[in-house]
T-cell receptor, first 114, second 113 residues
Framework: KAGVTQTPRYLIKTRGQQVTLSCSPI?????VSWYQQTPGQGLQFLFE???????NKGNFPGRFSGRQFSNSRSEMNVSTLELGDSALYLCASSQGQGEGEKLFFGSGTQLSVL | DAKTTQPTSMDCAEGRAANLPCNHS???????VYWYRQIHSQGPQYIIHGLKNNETNEMASLIITEDRKSSTLILPHATLRDTAVYYC??????????????FGQGTILTVHP
């Protein structure tokens, strides 16, 4: 099976712009989670989607949003970019049901805000 | 906040076993112990997980104490490619926790030639 695919791998934006990142989960996985990783804060949970519905959300401002499509692919959007949004954005997929699940991560999108 | 405590860094000689400890004294009865590792600028890689019993797969072994308050990840024959940050995570997939892994600072494992 192909792994979790994130596009693009690198992105450069300027303050005030918005950005959309894409994540294709492993085939058969219905849950997609998003994380932000920065040197100062480490890996932080953004939100999780299952069957096109957001089930869980982390402590991030409303500028961070996401959605999931019927084929389980997911996108996350950041509006009105700030310098502090520069980070590695990671998505992970899983089946989304049951205990003892394994989450599989993509390679991430490195976002730089200038 | 992370529910686990790990040493900040560890060293290991190539070819020797690497034993990475983790304390999780507040783990609840149905939470699993997971180990992931992350090589610089890549996504975390799943290694192994367990509930109560010791587990082994092609990558590593996981030893969980009987009281479940601590665990050890064992890489039996460390190679230079095992140099990474190793995260110990307690997690129960369900309810309001689906997909929500809580990462701490992890242990930086450096494997030396």
């Amino acid at each position: 099976k192909a792994g979790v695919t994130q596009t693009p791998r690198y992105l450069i934006k300027t303050r005030g712009q918005q950005v959309t990142l894409s994540c294709s989960p492993i085939s058969g996985h219905r849950s997609v989670s998003w994380y932000q990783q920065t040197p100062g804060q480490g890996l932080q949970f953004l939100f999780e989607y299952f069957s096109e519905t957001q089930r869980n959300k982390g402590n991030f401002p409303g500028r961070f949003s996401g959605r999931q499509f019927s084929n389980s692919r997911s996108e996350m959007n950041v509006s009105t970019l700030e310098l502090g949004d520069s980070a590695l954005y990671l998505c992970a997929s899983s089946q989304g049901q049951g205990e003892g699940e394994k989450l599989f991560f993509g390679s991430g999108t490195q976002l730089s805000v200038l | 906040d992370a529910k686990t405590t790990q040493p900040t860094s560890m060293d290991c000689a190539e070819g020797r076993a690497a034993n990475l400890p983790c304390n999780h004294s507040t783990i609840s009865g149905n939470e699993y112990v997971y180990w992931y590792r992350q090589i610089h600028s890549q996504g975390p890689q799943y290694i192994i997980h367990g509930l109560k019993n010791n587990e082994t797969n092609e990558m590593a072994s996981l030893i969980i104490t009987e009281d479940r308050k601590s665990s050890t990840l064992i890489l039996p024959h460390a190679t230079l490619r095992d140099t990474a940050v190793y995260y110990c995570i307690v997690y129960l997939s369900g309810g309001t926790s689906y997909g929500k892994l809580t990462f701490g600072q992890g242990t930086i494992l450096t494997v030396h030639p």
